[in-house]
């Protein structure tokens, strides 16, 4: 079996570390793709694609099936995808991915789930379903939850932790052990520390406490409405407007298959 990850960020892979870690220890092949170069607030785009590498490996997924689309076109030609502007790049980093995976044979394709919290996230959900379409994936999309601010205020969120957008989930239970090896990956995110003292309790919790893994379908109808009632998270964060979200994504999806018939109204 062959599963195939398509992440905005380097350290999205969190967000699924229990799901990648039970296919590489049943042996499937799992392949990654990073879709931005990770370089918001000064960071080196190479340190983040290291730590990633450094996750990845310790989920068993193989050097060379880890990719990352964002930093260039291909033959290393293009401009690169900075981080929180992917909705913005939909259009060339679509063309990119085609070119790196249109030929790859994939039974599924798992990716962060549409939910308000980073709106590189919820662009990268939409690139996946349009890809898992392409490709005829047979077990779908399937998307997890990382952060986003359904039922909080200010600058609260919850993490790992299931929105209206995601539709019906699935919930599937942990080993112990296993929630234990996701967790301490946390460890590799020098460059996000910051980020991950705010993240890692919650994920504690969801992941060892609680032995909790939130999955469902993406499906291409939730794409066209807001994730959920209320701000999003990225506007009360990142003051990323959800009508610019929308402006970006409506382009890219009347010219794709999953929703032409819907964004045309026939």
């Known amino acids: 079996m062959v599963t195939l990850c398509v992440f905005a960020h380097q350290d999205d892979e969190m967000a699924m570390g229990g799901r990648i870690l039970r296919s590489t220890r049943r042996g499937d092949r799992v392949r990654c793709v990073y879709l931005t170069d990770g370089s918001g607030w000064g960071i080196d785009p190479s340190r983040r694609d290291d730590e990633s590498r450094a996750v990845l490996a310790a989920l068993g997924v193989a050097a060379e099936d880890v990719f990352f689309v964002g930093a260039a076109g291909a033959g290393g030609e293009g401009e690169r995808v900075p981080d929180g502007n992917l909705v913005n790049a939909l259009p060339a980093t679509w063309a990119r991915l085609v070119d790196l995976a249109g030929g790859w044979d994939v039974d599924e394709v798992l990716c962060p789930a549409y939910e308000g919290g980073h709106m590189d996230h919820d662009a990268a959900n939409v690139l996946a379903i349009a890809l898992g379409r392409m490709l005829d994936v047979p077990a779908g999309v399937r998307q997890f939850p990382l952060y986003n601010g359904w039922g909080t ?93 929308r402006r970006g994504a409506d382009a890219f999806v009347a010219d794709h298959a999953p929703w032409r018939a819907a964004v045309s109204g026939d």
């Open 153 to 245: 205020r200010g600058g609260r969120f919850r993490v790992m932790h299931p929105s209206p957008g995601m539709g019906q989930v699935r919930t599937r239970r942990l080993a112990v052990r296993d929630g234990l090896t996701v967790i301490a990956l946390v460890r590799h995110y020098r460059s996000q520390r910051k980020t991950w003292l705010g993240l890692s309790p919650e994920a504690f919790v969801k992941l060892v406490v609680m032995r909790r893994e939130y999955s469902s379908t993406a499906e291409p109808g939730a794409v066209l409405d807001r994730p959920h009632p209320g701000p999003l998270f990225y506007e009360r964060r990142f003051g990323f407007d959800y009508d610019e979200w």
